[in-house]
C-alpha cells in the first residue's frame, strides 16, 4: 500500500474518460467501502454505463467548472483514468477558470501525454486537490508478477521481451509511446499517436504484405512505462483487444511490467490469451 493509498478520503473523484477502466476503479473503490464520483468527459465517457455511479458531466478544459463541482461532491482526491484523444487547443472548452491558467494549460500541451496530464494534474493540486493514481485507489486492478495464462515465454521471445524493454526505456525520454514489437531480436514497430491497437494492426498488415517474414507465433508485444513518468498518470493499459491484435499480429505474447501496467477485465483477457495460445507475462519492474 502507498503511503496516498493509506490516506483516501472518501469520496474520491474519478474524472472518466473511454473504455471500461473508468467504471472498473469505481467498482473497486466501492467494493472497499469508497464512494467513487465520476466526472465524466463528454465526447468519451459512456453515458450509459456512467449512470450506475454517481455523476457529473464536464467538458475537456473547463477548469472552472470542473473544480467547482469537484468541491460540490467533497471530493479532495481525484484520479484521471479511461481513454480520451488528444485535443486540439482549439477544441478545449474554455470557461473563466481555464483562461486564468491558460498559459500553463498551452505549455502543458507542448509535449507528449504524460507531460500534459502531470501539467493539467498540478493545476488542480494547486487549487488544493490531490492527484491519486490507480497503486493508491485500485492497487486490485495492476498486472501481478509472472504468467497469468497457461502459456509462458521460452527461449527467442525471453530475449525479445530484453529487447523491448531496453528499447522502451531509450526512448522514455523523448515520451512518444509505451509498446514495441520485437521479432526474433528485430524492433519491426513501435507505439506512436495511433496507440497499441494500430500498432498491432500496422505488424499484422506488415506480415500480410510480407514484409515480416518470421514465421507465425514469435515475437513479444512488450509495453512499459515511460522513463520518468508520473506513475499516478497514463499507465500502459492491456485487454481482450491487446489480446486480439497480438493474435491477429500472430505474435507469441505479450509482457508488460508488473505493478505499473493496468489489466483490463483481466478473465476475458486471460480466456483469450489461452484460446489463442498466446502468454500475458508481468516482468519485475
Known amino acids: 500500500m502507498t503511503s496516498a493509498a493509506s490516506e483516501i478520503v472518501s ?15 469505481a467498482d473497486s473503490l466501492a467494493a472497499r467501502g469508497i464512494t467513487p464520483v465520476l466526472f465524466a468527459l463528454r465526447g468519451a465517457c459512456d453515458p450509459a454505463r456512467a449512470e450506475r455511479f454517481r455523476h457529473r458531466w464536464i467538458s475537456v478544459g473547463q477548469v472552472g467548472r470542473a473544480t467547482q463541482l469537484f468541491r460540490e461532491e467533497g ?52 487549487q488544493g486537490f490531490r492527484m491519486v493514481g490507480i497503486k493508491d485507489v485500485a492497487p486490485d486492478l495492476l ?34 509511446g509505451q509498446a514495441a514489437v520485437v521479432i526474433d531480436g528485430h524492433v519491426v514497430a513501435v507505439e506512436d ?20 517474414r518470421a514465421s507465425g507465433g514469435r515475437g513479444v508485444l512488450v509495453k512499459a512505462p515511460k522513463s520518468g513518468q508520473d506513475l499516478r498518470f497514463d499507465l500502459p493499459t492491456i485487454g481482450a483487444r491487446t489480446v ?42
Do not use: Y
Not at 469520496?11 to 476503479?25: D, E, K, N, S, T
Open 11 to 25: 469520496p474520491v473523484g474519478v474524472i472518466a474518460g473511454g473504455g471500461a477502466m473508468p467504471f472498473a476503479v
Open 75 to 126: 471530493c479532495r482526491d481525484l484520479i484521471f483514468i479511461g481513454t480520451l484523444v488528444r485535443p486540439a487547443l482549439s477544441e478545449i472548452r474554455i470557461d473563466w477558470g481555464t483562461l486564468r491558467v491558460l498559459g500553463r494549460i498551452m505549455r502543458s500541451f507542448r509535449g507528449g501525454d504524460d507531460h500534459l496530464l502531470s501539467g493539467i494534474g498540478k493545476i488542480f493540486e494547486q
Open 193 to 212: 499517436i495511433e496507440g497499441t491497437d494500430g500498432l498491432l494492426a500496422r505488424v499484422a498488415k506488415l506480415r500480410a504484405d510480407g514484409r515480416i
Open 143 to 176: 498486472m501481478p508478477e509472472g504468467a497469468i495464462t497457461r502459456a509462458v515465454p521460452k527461449g527467442p521471445a525471453v530475449a525479445d521481451i530484453a529487447r523491448g524493454r531496453a528499447v522502451l526505456a531509450a526512448l522514455g525520454p523523448f515520451d512518444i
Open 244 to 285: 486480439e491484435g497480438a493474435a491477429k499480429a500472430e505474435l507469441a505474447g505479450i509482457a508488460v511490467i508488473a505493478g505499473n501496467t493496468i489489466a483490463a477485465e483481466p478473465q476475458a483477457m486471460i480466456e483469450a490469451a489461452d484460446k489463442a495460445g498466446l502468454f500475458i507475462q508481468g516482468l519485475p519492474a
